[in-house]
């Protein structure tokens, strides 16, 4: 069974940072382009970071270039996103997703969530003062 278990999300203030995991089992994650996603009340999904399958390409939103950085340690088989300088518009509940295909197609700045095939259920990052 191919699963996706995500964790570290919490209750920050604004400037804060947290660092989500993402772990998979039944399946190698290295040989996914893995992505994170994130939903907040009332707001469509979005995507926010994805890295290729090869390591060699990465993308970010642009409302979070230069504050979260998606990293991948194949021997834990899981996928990092380090948050920093967090606002109060990135509250939501984040996704760990991963799909099979050419990383070109898939992890691209506008990630297609229906490219995904295996998700997480979540975990929820807060933003408050």
């Known amino acids: 069974q191919l699963q996706l278990v995500e964790s570290g999300g919490d209750l920050v203030q604004p400037g804060g940072s947290l660092k989500l995991s993402c772990t998979a089992s039944?399946?190698?994650?290295?040989?996914?382009?893995m992505a994170w996603f994130r939903q907040a009340p009332g707001k469509e999904r979005e995507g926010v970071s994805c890295?290729?399958?090869?390591?060699?390409?990465?993308n970010y939103v642009d409302s979070v270039k230069d504050r979260f950085t998606i990293s991948r340690d194949s021997a834990k088989n899981t996928v990092y996103l380090q948050m920093s300088s967090l606002k109060l518009d990135d509250p939501a509940v984040y996704y760990c997703?991963?799909?099979?295909?050419?990383?070109?197609?898939?992890?691209?700045?506008?990630?297609?969530?229906?490219?995904?095939?295996?998700w997480g259920q979540g975990t929820q990052v807060t933003v408050s003062s």
């Open positions: 039944g399946f190698s994650s290295t040989y996914y382009t």
């Open positions: 890295a290729g399958s090869g390591g060699l390409i990465t």
């Open positions: 997703a991963a799909g099979w295909g050419p990383p070109s197609s898939l992890c691209t700045e506008a990630v297609d969530s229906d490219r995904f095939d295996v």
